[in-house]
């Protein structure tokens, strides 16, 4: 799963594995010990994906190759048909790594006297992954939040013109919104295109006083060169949905001030206004003008999507697909320490495309389902759910033909799950399906216990949401035993060396967990008619799904 919100990151991180780890003769005996078929099925293709011969699965990496490679013979060996590129099981994805390229120059125009900005203390530019040299001059105009809300009745827009201006706003949301929403409107991206459609030239992230506690200016400015990726384009450049309004760069609460000397509404009362939950902000067009010139070095990689199919076997709906979708890569290597550097993602996301896997297995043991149901592994998750957005704009299928995804993401299976937790269910009529598949099993629906996170839009499933897709994402809940070992993953082990087959994995719940899920898949797949949005339904709305409106 994509990287949790920076608040939770702080209030997860840092404490040392326990000292009661085994040894490795007690590891070895622990990961022989013989299982019923199904657990050891299971159990084997996590023990290769997160072996330290996968040094992490990184996506670019010749390990995640090798990994994409397993997935594609296992595909063969559970009977799919290929679905990839030219009649094979991968679809190459063609990436791009990218990162500033030296410290750019930030200028203010107030007056006569053009006032240089400092590097580091002021600001710090951002890599932009569609242009090698950005240049931009143009007045700036402060929209709060910069978000356009109709259902919150919100608009940070009101008033101004930004055509052909730069627009620089805080991140985040007002707490007000709900959580997945909140989550989505707080994205860059989101605010880029709300930008992007009303003609402004660049955006720029201002510091807040609530940003400074959760992410530090200073630390942005520490990290400004981090390598990022996303999928190519054709000429070497990264994609980015909107190339005409890239991001420019962060000011910090110093370079701000500047920014707003002589503005009609001081700086100081924004950060007292930026302070609150709900903070509400009157848009202003600034003093003077910004120029701003950034550079980003770039470094082709790639890497592929594993695709396999079960062709469907009713004449009137063969062609609608069901796509279950899981992530392959991890996050590679620590770059530096001693002792254990390998991140080896047995459950993020090992264990999911494991359940990928065995769930193929039995689809195809059993009779044929009437729409076509597609497997799909995907690359690059964890760089901003790349893969999978690569598919969405270059579907092996057409895309029109499918109607809807259930997601595998890092289950996290150390204890008996006595719930789930479907994220996106109560969004359409994906929802019955998965209420009474869950209740087939035994246990009950719970809500999100974290709706805060938002994390409805923070793993692969959304990228098909973006396309108007009714999709899910199914986690074990959190009653009994639950609350307790998903703190413990997620303190010490997410996105850490721990994440490994040192952990008490029980692979009968991961039977469980392949169990519920087929019986979503399988339901999707046999019913008479295709899941659509529930009427309203803020996402279904937006992306133009079937039914929303």
Known sequence: MRRFA?????????????????????????????????????????????????????????????AAQYVAAQFYAAGLKPAGD????????????YKAAGEGTFVLSHGATPQPLVFGEDYVPAANPAKAETSVTAPVVFVGYGINAPKYKRNDYTGVDVRGKVVAFFGGAPAGFDGEERAFFSSPATKAREAASRG??????????????????????????????????????????????????????AGAAKLFAGAKTPWSAVMAEAAKDNAAFRAQVLPGTLSVATKTSFEPARSSNVVGVIPGSDPKLKDEVVVLSAHLDHIGMKSDGAGDRINNGALDNAIGIASLIEEAKRFKGATAPRRTVMFLAVTAEEKGLVGSDYFANHPTVPLKSIVADVNLDMPILTYKFEDMVVFGAERSTIGPIVQKAVEEIGVGLSPDPMPEEGI??????????????????????????????????????????????????????????????????????????RPVWNKGDYFGTLFKGPMAR
Request: charged fraction near 20%; charge should be neutral; avoid cysteine.
């Open 456 to 529: 409805f839009v923070r793993s692969d499933h959304f990228r098909f949401v973006q396309k108007g897709v009714p999709s899910v994402f199914l986690w074990p809940g959190q009653k009994g035993a639950g609350k307790a070992a998903v703190e413990d993953f997620m303190k010490n082990r997410y996105h850490k060396v721990g994440d490994d087959l040192t952990q008490p994995i029980m692979w009968d719940q991961g039977v469980r967990f392949v169990d519920v899920n087929y019986r979503i898949g399988r339901a999707l797949a046999d019913a008479d008619t």
């Open 6 to 66: 920076p608040l939770i990151l702080l209030a997860l991180s840092g404490t040392a594995l326990a000292d009661n780890a085994p040894s490795p003769a007690e590891l070895n005996a622990r990961l022989a010990a013989p299982l019923p078929a199904d657990q050891a099925a299971m159990k084997a293709h996590v023990l290769f994906l997160a072996s330290d011969a996968m040094q992490g699965r990184e996506a670019g990496s010749a390990a995640y190759d090798i």
């Open 200 to 253: 402004a030239v660049g955006i720029m992230m201002l510091s807040s006083p609530k940003t400074e506690k959760t992410r530090p200016f200073a630390r942005t400015a520490q990290g400004y060169r981090a390598m990022r990726m996303t999928w190519a384009n054709p000429d070497g450049t990264g994609n980015l949905d909107t190339p005409g309004t890239p991001m420019l760069g962060t000011l910090s609460l």
């Open 86 to 97: 030219e009649g094979g099981y991968l679809q190459a994805v063609p990436l791009v790594s």
